[in-house]
């Protein structure tokens, strides 16, 4: 295979600000706040949920995702690289790199379930255009998915697919590949969730939906809901593995990183405030479980579409919005992995995408036969499947882990001086309000949430 030297941060630079927008917010909204956001909320307990991941996104998520974006453009380079090289220019160790390669191994294994989830919204798009869902209770849409989910065939093709719609843009290249699909399609998702919210308002149950979102219930959170909701902040933001890292890399030095990352946060909320405020009136007025797990967006969505006018249009319009959301999110879990190893391994950017993109495929089947024939395999005893232990590993140890690590990095091993310039606040108020988030409450709070599960 040739080598090329064009991999790596030497990718380029993203064209505009817009263009690098539109990327990070790509990046951050996704089946995490479309799919994964309501579920949880179901499982979780509503609005105790909803309140302790607005906490987390806002305390936690957003002074680290700031953090991560400035050490990216700091260091310019691939993920690991740019954490050894800040290392040594900071604090003589090179060891921090080893932050980067877990949020490698992160990135590898979320990207395996992530591929076989996004893989249903791709299938289910012949599924809306051509009628079949249309007038079905909610009952036969739960059946109709879980007769889906029980043919492993099918969901393998999806899942390939879906995995080669990844890496195709990704050996591109950030510009060429990324950008072009991003701009156009983010302002479309979210002109689409606002019309289902409208008619989950006119249709559903609505006063039932917003009193399970928002009607704070304080007795409910447990340390459980905590750490649920702290890993969702991460996951919903992309941040712990290095994927702002990356971003952050191609950069333009004019852009604000603090306004930029406000924008990011604010645009992930509101899609999964939106996707919630669309699904659970829904859940109410047809009788569905809040707590049906990760079929529930699935399950629901089809119920309305089902029975609206024009349903199979906008059904079909929605799922293919919701696999190309779920794919400016994949590649932005494919780009770290390549930017790692390109520039260090003699293979071309393409050559790492290929590889990366088929390592995560194969593993994808750890999740895939946990919805089917390893339903009831549960390694390591209790009651968690595989997919269950790949996602509660990632969300729940890994990116929570390593977005302290980052923070700690960016706020303690880094001189004031130069962290003062590299995230360009313009207010020294905001300044040190970001510095003892990063140095001081999102460490312990993190920390605190991932510990109280071991007892
Ligand atoms: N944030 C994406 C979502 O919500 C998933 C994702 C993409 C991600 N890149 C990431 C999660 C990096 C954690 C880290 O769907």
């Known amino acids: 295979m040739q080598s090329n030297d064009n991999a790596g941060a030497a990718a380029g630079q993203w064209s505009s600000r817009f263009a690098f927008l539109m990327a990070a917010i790509g990046s951050s909204v996704g089946l995490g706040n479309i799919w994964k956001f ?28 700031i953090a991560e974006l400035t050490l990216g453009r700091m260091g310019r380079q691939g993920p690991i690289e740019t954490l050894v090289d800040l290392g040594r220019r900071y604090s003589g160790r ?37 009628g079949q869902m249309s007038g079905l209770s909610g009952a036969e849409t739960g059946k109709a998915f879980n007769d889906f989910l029980a043919d492993p065939l099918a969901l393998t093709f999806w899942h390939a ?39 989950a308002g006119i249709e559903g149950d609505f006063t039932a939906g917003m009193v399970y979102l928002f009607k ?25 593995l290095g994927t702002m890292l990356a971003y952050g890399a191609y950069l333009p030095g004019g852009v604000s990183i603090p306004r930029t990352s406000v924008v990011i946060v604010f645009a992930a909320i509101l899609t999964a405030v939106l996707a919630g405020a669309a699904i659970f009136p ?42 190309i959301a779920a794919l400016t999110s994949s590649v932005s879990l494919l780009e770290p992995i390549v930017a790692a190893f390109a520039g260090r391994v003699r293979l071309s950017r393409s050559a790492l995408a290929w590889i990366g993109g088929i390592v995560a495929w194969v593993l994808g089947f750890l999740t895939l036969f946990s919805f089917n024939i390893w339903s009831d395999v549960h ?41 003062v310039a590299a995230v360009g606040f313009e207010s020294p108020f905001f300044y040190s309000l970001w510095r003892i988030l990063v140095r001081v409450v999102a460490p312990i709070g993190v920390v605190a949430a991932v510990v109280s599960n071991f007892f």
Request: charged share 5%; glycine share 12%.
């Open 38 to 65: 309501p579920y949880m909320i179901g499982t979780g307990g509503g609005s105790a949920f909803m309140l302790v991941y607005l906490i987390c996104v806002l305390a936690v998520g957003l002074p680290i995702l």
């Open 379 to 419: 390694p390591l005893g209790g009651t968690r499947t595989w997919f269950d232990w790949i996602d509660f590993l990632t969300s729940n140890i890994l990116l929570p882990l390593g977005g302290v690590m980052l923070a700690l990095f960016a706020g303690w091993v880094v001189t004031r001086q130069d962290s």
């Open 94 to 130: 090179a060891t921090w790199g080893l932050v980067g390669c877990v949020g490698v191994l992160a990135a590898v294994l979320i990207l395996s379930f992530y591929s076989v989830v996004a893989g249903w919204s791709l299938a289910y798009i012949p599924k809306l255009l051509t």
């Open 216 to 240: 704070p219930d304080f007795g409910a959170v447990t340390w459980d809901v905590v750490l649920a909701a702290t890993g969702q902040a991460f996951f919903s933001l992309s941040i712990g």
């Open 161 to 199: 697919l879906f995995m080669l719609l990844t890496i195709i843009p990704v050996a591109r290249g950030i510009q060429s590949g990324i950008e072009k699909a991003v701009v156009w399609m983010m302002p479309l998702l979210f002109s689409l969730l606002v019309v289902l919210c409208i008619y």
């Open 282 to 323: 829904i859940v109410f007025a047809n009788g569905l479980n809040p707590s049906e797990g990760p079929g529930l967006v699935f399950v629901t969505l089809t119920v309305a579409f089902g029975a609206m006018p024009g349903g199979a249009i906008f059904g079909t319009v929605f799922f293919v919005l919701l696999a």
